[in-house]
């Protein structure tokens, strides 16, 4: 391993660790949970979440193959100055979003479009299958491609300009970090944790969250500058 693939590693690392910090999967999984305890036994409330992390473990990687397409036929590799320029300057636009207006004044509703979110929510809600816990799973990430498209475009290009035998392992790295949040999620539901008690929790440290979201834009953003544009 060279020093290229180990400054492509970090950024990959970086780049899933912003996607999981995106709350709107953990929130769709939140009242999933809610509803399906209050209508099923508790076997079928964790068939259904474990569902929804699936669909959405399956969907980030599909994303990565089309953002694969996408930075190698299109973008080309390596990124330019110009590109890398304009990625810095979404990172660090994202962070104002993430430290001022992503969390709405009161609860965890995210500051996605009312329409979107309202959706979001009454299928969490009416989700009674595994089938429709799957989909939901689906559907988050892709609710969530305006704010996650750059990080993603920052990994596949990484993943790409790396060694060929460690791409593989790069983008399990990425696929596992992004939905790290959900299978801690899944590990409190299998421990009996309410959830009552893990909102409590996302309330608590609603400001922790949204400052660690960020504080990782803008790391992405400044580990850019440094060992993309400036050398």
């Not at 498209?149 to 596949?156: D, E, F, G, H, S």
């Not at 929790?201 to 544009?229: M, Q």
Request: aromatic share 10%; glycine share 4%; with cysteine.
């Amino acid at each position: 391993m060279n020093t290229n693939d180990i400054i492509n590693f970090a950024a990959v690392f970086l780049a899933a660790l912003l996607h999981a910090t995106i709350q709107l999967g953990l929130g769709s999984l939140t009242l999933l949970y809610h509803e399906s305890g209050s209508k099923h036994a508790a076997k079928k409330t964790k068939s259904l979440i474990s569902s929804f992390i699936a669909g959405n473990g399956i969907i980030v990687i599909l994303l990565l193959g089309a953002t694969f397409f996408i930075t190698d036929q299109i973008l080309g590799l390596p990124p330019s100055p110009e590109l890398l320029c304009v990625m810095t300057g979404v990172l660090i636009a994202t962070s104002i979003i993430m430290f001022f207006l992503y969390y709405r004044d009161r609860g965890t509703e995210l500051y996605i479009p009312k329409p979107l979110a309202n959706f979001i929510n009454s299928r969490a809600e009416a989700t009674t299958s595994n089938t429709e816990a799957f989909t939901l799973g689906i559907f988050c990430p892709l609710a969530e491609l305006p704010i996650i498209i750059t990080p993603l475009i920052v990994a596949t290009s990484s993943i790409l300009t790396s060694t060929p035998n460690l791409q593989l392992l790069q983008l399990a790295l990425y696929a596992v970090v992004a939905i790290l949040p959900s299978v801690i999620f899944r590990l409190c539901v299998h421990n009996d944790h309410t959830a009552v008690q893990i909102q409590k929790w996302r309330l608590k440290n609603k400001t922790f969250l949204r400052i660690i979201s960020g504080l990782a834009f803008l790391a992405l953003a400044a580990f850019i500058i440094v060992y993309k544009i400036l050398p």
